[in-house]
């Protein structure tokens, strides 16, 4: 992973003779100078809030359309970090609010992200209720965006694992857990892109 200008030298140097498979970097002017061959675009895409009643300011906006750009850019590969964002942390702690983020494809084939989020956000008690106040908002979305991408739905049925393992949730009134929660949204992404890139190649 190049992401920094700082090793720009040591790249070069360390790979003068025979160059990497593959360099995974941000889309930057002086780091595609040095970047010769095997050139993929890996780029942290999520706009990541303090709190996640944060995102309620703005529920639905741009992900990525590394997908549809890369290789006219000279890309072989493109990658981002998910709805997890490139910060990792460690520890956990009861949140005020629940979100559910989940990335789907627009009209244009864009990806967006919709963040759906809890009500009850005052304190931290009964985070399973918090969860099934932002199911059911999820539960909604997925309806609007069936109407928007049929093409995406076969016999009416989400077109990801994850997406089908939410609504059992929502029919069940069963609570997975929050690591369980983001699991299945990062698994829905990469099943969708999975899909996505299949019907590009023809597969």
Known sequence: ???????????????????PQYTLFSDERSLR????????MFED????????ADYLKN?????????????????????????????????GFAPYAVAIHIVYFNAKNELRVRHLISDS????????GKFHE???????????WQKERP?????????TTAMMT??????????PGLPTLKKLSIMHHLELMGKFLDAEAGK
């Open 1 to 19: 992973m190049l992401d920094n200008r700082d090793f720009l030298e040591i790249y070069k140097t360390e790979f003068d003779n025979a160059a």
């Open 33 to 40: 100078r040095v970047v010769k061959q095997g050139k993929v």
């Open 45 to 52: 895409k999520f706009d990541k809030q303090d709190k996640n």
């Open 59 to 91: 529920t639905d906006e741009f992900f990525s359309d590394d997908h549809l750009i890369y290789a006219g850019e000279g890309y072989v590969g493109f990658g981002d970090y998910s709805i997890i964002g490139k910060d990792y942390i460690e520890s």
């Open 121 to 128: 956000n005052s304190d931290i008690s009964d985070v399973a």
């Open 134 to 144: 932002a199911l059911k908002k999820y539960i909604a979305w997925e309806n609007e």
């Open 151 to 159: 093409d995406l739905f076969v016999d009416g049925n989400p077109p």
């Open 166 to 175: 939410l609504k059992n949730h929502w029919l069940n009134g069963t609570y």
